[in-house]
């Protein structure tokens, strides 16, 4: 088996557990309270203050993360392939 084979045998698995977690993460946001301040006092808390109830069920890689990933991967399978194309069109030239 080709190391290609197996990263291929590899994806799709890695892929539906990120699509599960960004799933999950989307339904189950932190749960957070605002507790309005007062605007007399001269406290950080003036202006109210974010009170976090529940986490949530964050994914553990970011939707962001997993895009930047992508793209550097894409790329770099792109110009392997290019090279592979371009080495296969000169041994049937040859």
Same mark, same amino acid.
């Given at each position: 088996?080709? $190391? /290609?084979?197996? =990263?291929? +045998?590899?994806? $799709?698995?890695? /892929?539906?557990?990120?699509?599960?977690?960004? #799933?999950?993460?989307?339904? =189950?946001? $932190?749960? +957070?309270?605002? =507790? $309005?301040? +007062?605007?007399?006092?001269?406290?950080?808390?003036? #202006?109210?203050?974010?009170?976090?109830?529940?986490?949530?069920?964050?994914?553990?890689?970011? !939707?962001?993360?997993?895009?930047?990933? !992508?793209?550097?991967?894409?790329?770099?399978?792109? /110009?392997?392939? !290019?090279?592979?194309?371009?080495?296969?069109?000169?041994?049937?030239?040859?």
């Amino acid at each position: 088996m080709c $190391p /290609a084979d197996c =990263h291929c +045998t590899l994806r $799709p698995g890695r /892929a539906s557990l990120l699509e599960a977690e960004a #799933f999950v993460s989307a339904l =189950h946001p $932190p749960q +957070t309270v605002y =507790h $309005p301040g +007062t605007l007399t006092a001269v406290d950080p808390e003036a #202006f109210g203050s974010m009170e976090v109830l529940d986490p949530g069920l964050p994914a553990r890689v970011s !939707n962001d993360a997993i895009d930047e990933i !992508n793209r550097t991967v894409l790329r770099y399978e792109t /110009a392997i392939e !290019n090279k592979l194309y371009r080495a296969l069109h000169y041994l049937e030239r040859l």
